[in-house]
């Protein structure tokens, strides 16, 4: 994902608003890679704007997602996870107790048997591994 300033001129130039709420999401996501859900990042922006909308924060990560800003992820936790690291691409680690989700890379990514190329071209693989973290492992 690009830097807010960037952002500020990129959602300008496809006409887009930007409003101090859109850029304090701007900041709140770059370079983050907590993988927050909407409300988390709703909670964020409210230290920084007591007024921020709920509707706002979705309209904004939706208006990223279009522009290939962030990924949008159903992990299996509940919510969508807002993902900014759209620069690499990469598989996740995800806690299924607390919901703590990380990057991975892997050396190798699975490749479908030529069997089931046979009737199906794929072109993007997501890997999941489900666990608990250490803190929940340690029962924290
Ligand atoms: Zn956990
Ligand atoms: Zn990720």
């Known amino acids: 994902m ?7 001129t990129l959602f300008r130039d496809r006409g887009l608003r930007v409003t101090p709420q859109r850029q304090a999401i701007f900041r709140l996501l770059h370079g983050n890679d907590r993988h927050p859900t909407v409300d988390a990042l709703h909670e964020a922006a409210r230290v920084e704007m007591p007024t ?3 509707k706002t924060v979705y309209q904004t990560v939706h208006d990223l997602e279009a522009l290939g800003q962030v990924s949008l992820l159903d992990l299996g936790t509940g919510s969508v996870r807002v993902d900014p690291n759209v620069e690499s691409d990469h598989h996740h680690v995800v806690c299924s107790s607390c919901g703590l989700v990380h ?6 990514v699975p490749k479908l048997a030529p069997r089931y190329r046979k009737d199906f071209q794929p072109d993007a693989v997501d890997v999941i591994f489900r666990g608990v ?7 924290a």
Request: charged content about 20%.
């Open 133 to 139: 973290c250490n803190d929940c492992a340690a029962g």
């Open 52 to 54: 921020i909308s709920l």
């Open 103 to 108: 990057d991975v890379d892997l050396s190798e």
């Open 2 to 8: 690009q830097t807010s300033a960037e952002l500020t």
